[in-house]
């Protein structure tokens, strides 16, 4: 039977490694991670004090540890991702229903070009995140767009038929409408807005949907059909049934609210945040002590990694971070999360305007105040995960510059902390006493982290002139080279003495303090953003459950 992982307590003696925390018997690092844990609220120490009264000998640390070999094995039905079901779901029983339109024929019923109910209804309800709003704005949208051009090809139509009935000059009289009613509904798209947005972008689905149904009922005039504005009255019967039925399908089969779907999303994006900032400052941590290599960015489009497999790769000798919580195979973590951030709040930021649409959410509370105060709360959250992600970059992609660090074991140590402590505070779903315990203990990492940028910003001001001296020459050499124009590209790369390539900053451009200190900054950075991000969440969720 696996045995339950130890949990290691700390007393003001053993516990901030910032403030200074005893070697092992043998004069080497420990690497024990100190986590706390609160029984209840009320055991939770007040941060208003001083970090000494917080780390007191009477207070015991710990947050409890999950046992993996306790994970329950998931059944086939919980394997299944339950999304793609429904959307398959609502899709094929959209279709089904529309191919009856065109399967069903006999001598009192034939519906004419039925197929375009199908079509109607395949791209009007294609929205895999199954809320009610998206499906309706298209629906709008689409029927904008078939009215618009259906006016318009019928009444060049039958202007055609007024002017002449010569079917050349017909066809010639046809094929100039066909070109300046097509570059006038292009044209006005592209150079009106409606606010900010221009036509085209706003309302590209209506734009594109308004050229195709003109040209679809300008034709037939130039053909031997009677009547000839058969076919154009039955696209638009047809597009409004198909509509039709993709509104009654989004909200009865498998209905989904926008304001779910928005709350989902960030939910997603708080989880993101948290994993994040764990892989971001436990890769840090075993970076700076040289227990893992990383791949500089350049590499990685030049296709040249470390291990084509793994982008941080861990050296033989086992890792703080990767004894606890680092999973080696989870590759490139904080870009892939930012990716995907960044996806999502694109897709977050489509769905806003859309919730006017939205039929349930007069359903989701008897108060439309609350509903907007709501809806101000996920936006405000999925800003501060947008702008945790970011910060998380740019400490990512100092742990893959050439640039040189100072920093101590214990610092090292309080980097992976740090990140466990914040991926355990933006737990989701949400489990306030263990996410509450984090955030206080997060607050004791932010003073220690301050204490440090004090320190360090002392070193700073205070460095001696000649080290100044130094990086206005290396400044002042980089710049004698970018300018120099009578040297060829393979002279710049290979014949200047310990060139990167463009990979790192100009030699002497900063120095190590500089370097650290703006580190430190980033991490308290990311603490306070962290713990804003944690109250923005609780405010949804509270209201939520309201």
Request: include cysteine.
């Amino acid at each position: 039977m696996t045995e339950e992982p130890p949990i290691a307590t700390a007393d003001r003696r053993e516990s901030s490694p910032l403030l200074g925390q005893p070697e092992d018997g043998h004069g080497k690092y420990s690497g024990v991670v100190t986590l706390p844990t609160y029984a209840s609220d009320e055991d939770v120490p007040s941060f208003s004090a001083s970090t000494d009264s917080v780390l007191s000998d009477d207070v015991e640390y710990q947050l409890p540890v999950k046992d993996p070999s306790r994970k329950k094995k998931k059944t086939l039905w919980e394997q299944v991702d339950k999304a793609a079901f429904q959307f398959a779901l609502r899709m094929s029983v959209l279709l089904w229903f529309s191919s009856l339109f065109v399967l069903i024929r006999t001598d009192s019923w034939n519906m004419p070009d039925g197929m375009w109910v199908l079509v109607t209804v395949l791209f009007v309800s294609w929205f895999p995140q199954l809320d009610a709003a998206s499906v309706i704005e298209k629906i709008i949208q689409r029927l904008l767009g078939t009215f618009l051009g259906a006016f318009i090809g019928l009444a060049c139509g039958f202007a055609s038929l007024l002017i002449t009935d010569h079917p050349v000059t017909q066809s010639i009289f046809l094929g100039s409408c066909v070109f300046i009613f097509t570059f006038l509904i292009i044209f006005v798209a592209g150079q009106c807005k409606v606010g900010r947005v221009k036509v085209i972008k706003r309302f590209a689905y209506a734009t594109i949907l308004c050229v195709l149904t003109f040209c679809i009922c300008i034709m037939p005039f130039s053909m031997d059909e009677d009547p000839k504005w058969g076919r154009a009255m039955y696209r638009v019967l047809n597009v409004i049934v198909g509509c039709g039925v993709g509104a009654l399908g989004s909200i009865l089969i498998v209905p989904k609210s926008t304001t779910d779907v928005l709350y989902a999303k960030a939910s997603r994006q708080v989880g993101m945040a948290g994993e994040a900032a764990d892989a971001v400052m436990s890769v840090s941590a075993d970076f700076f002590a040289g227990r893992i290599q990383v791949n500089r960015l350049a590499d990685e489009l030049l296709n040249t990694p470390l291990d084509s497999e793994l982008k941080w790769r861990l050296s033989s000798s086992a890792s703080l971070s990767s004894r606890n919580s680092f999973d080696a195979g989870a590759t490139d973590v904080a870009l892939k999360k930012y990716e995907d951030a960044i996806a999502d709040w694109r897709l977050s930021k489509m769905l806003f305007p859309l919730v006017q649409y939205d039929p349930f959410k007069f359903k989701l509370n008897a108060h439309e105040a609350m509903n907007d105060v709501f809806h101000t709360e996920i936006a405000r959250t999925l800003a501060r995960c947008l702008r945790i992600q970011t910060t998380i970059v740019v400490l990512d992609g100092m742990v893959r510059s050439d640039a040189d660090y100072d920093f101590c074991a214990e610092q090292l140590e309080s980097f992976s902390q740090i990140g466990k402590l914040i991926h355990r505070m933006l737990t989701v779903p949400l489990e306030r006493d263990a996410s509450n315990a984090a955030a206080n203990i997060l607050f004791v990492k932010l003073e220690e982290t301050r204490k440090a940028i004090h320190r360090i910003s002392t070193a700073v001001a205070d460095s001696e002139s000649g080290k100044d001296d130094e990086r206005d020459e290396g400044l002042k050499d980089f710049r004698k080279k970018l300018m120099k124009r009578d040297s060829t590209i393979f002279e710049t790369l290979h014949t200047v003495d310990g060139d990167d390539m463009g990979r790192g900053i100009p030699a002497n451009a900063t120095g190590r303090d500089d370097n650290t200190l703006f580190f430190l900054q980033l991490v308290e950075h990311m603490i306070l953003r962290s713990l804003r991000l944690y109250q923005a969440w609780t405010h949804v969720e509270s209201i939520r459950n309201h």
